[in-house]
């Protein structure tokens, strides 16, 4: 089922993200995660994309496998930084032949140690060209990124957000936020971009902190900010893995009753490949 059609629904959609796992490691541990996440009917799983293409066999072959195998609807992700049309072609193909229907469309980050990396000497320069090519060679249901921080590339919020309004009118179904743990910063966004004619649903994406150093290198990367609550909370906790993972589903929990309380479209949850996550998460939760 095509992503269109799925959150054409009147309740909030539940989804997950999960990553395929490093070359080394089978793949029968993924597909187990799997499911373990269908017992919670999930409307979808995401694969992600590892950075540059590295894992791009396995995402397609995860991705093609959770529908066939399990009768889940997937969303393979995609990135288009450094690839060439004739390339994007071939992937494309691929993922048609795999019997994946819907895309969650990026531009992607630099490669490793290219810190100077110029996008715009590629041919594709940013997601919104390759939601325009996607739109044109396939039939496929795309998803973007948001960020309702802004993307930490673009020195300022409101220039971020025109351009994630050009990149919805390029033919986005749904959007995906980057996680964030600030509620107030969501709604905000949701509120401008919806101003702005963005009318698309717009799905946070919610990430249960369960490791105190894991959490602050993951901000670090992408750029979003840790709310004077989270830092008591790991102040607090940080020392004791388990008692930082109970206040950190904790507080995905209260996370997530706030945004069902605001109508959100969905939540989409990024449980890190950790099955006991999710399950921690929604037992705390009504039906989501
Ligand atoms: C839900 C989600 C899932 C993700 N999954 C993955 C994954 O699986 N693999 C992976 O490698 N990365 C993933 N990422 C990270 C993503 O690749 C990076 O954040 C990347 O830096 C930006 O990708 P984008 O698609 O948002 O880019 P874009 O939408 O192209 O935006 C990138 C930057 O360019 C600016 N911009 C856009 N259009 C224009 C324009 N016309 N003119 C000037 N500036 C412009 C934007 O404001 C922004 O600063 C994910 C991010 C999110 C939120």
Redesign the pocket.
């Given at each position: 089922m095509k992503l269109s059609e799925i959150y054409k629904s009147t309740v909030p959609i539940l989804s997950f993200?999960v990553?395929p796992p490093k070359p080394e490691v089978p793949l029968e541990n993924v597909m187990g995660l799997i499911g373990n996440l269908k017992e919670y009917s999930p409307s979808f799983i995401?694969v992600?994309?590892?950075?540059?293409g590295s894992s791009r066999d396995r995402?397609i072959e995860i991705a093609s496998r959770i529908k066939r195998e399990h009768g889940v609807e997937s969303v393979a992700?995609l990135?288009c930084?450094g690839q060439t049309r004739s390339e994007m072609d071939r992937i494309l193909a691929d993922l048609k032949e795999n019997g994946i229907s819907n895309i969650?469309?990026?531009?992607?980050?630099p490669p490793r140690n290219q810190p100077d990396f110029d996008?715009l000497r590629g041919e594709f320069?940013?997601?919104?060209d390759l939601i325009e090519y996607i739109r044109q060679k396939g039939n496929f249901g795309i998803?973007?990124?948001?960020?309702a921080e802004?993307?930490?590339?673009?020195r300022y919020i409101d220039?971020?957000w025109e351009?994630?309004k050009?990149?919805v009118d390029c033919g986005v179904d749904v959007l995906?936020?980057?996680l964030f743990y600030d509620n107030r910063l969501f709604y905000h966004f949701r509120d401008t971009v919806r101003k702005m004619g963005v009318k698309v649903p717009i799905v946070p994406?919610i990430m249960p902190i369960f490791n105190s150093r894991q959490i602050r290198r993951i901000l670090s990367l992408?750029g979003a900010s840790m709310p004077p609550d989270v830092l008591i909370m790991l102040d607090k906790y940080g020392e004791s893995d388990q008692d930082m993972y109970r206040a950190g589903v904790e507080y995905a929990i209260h996370q997530i009753q706030d945004l069902m309380s605001e109508g959100v479209d969905g939540v989409?949850l990024e449980i890190m490949n950790k099955p006991e996550l999710a399950e921690d998460v929604l037992k705390g939760l009504p039906r989501v």
């Open positions: 993200e990553f995401s992600t994309y590892g950075a540059g995402t992700h990135t930084v969650l469309a990026l531009r992607g980050d996008f320069k940013y997601a919104s998803a973007a990124a948001a960020y802004g993307h930490r590339g673009c220039k971020d351009n994630l050009r990149k995906i936020t980057q994406g992408c989409h």
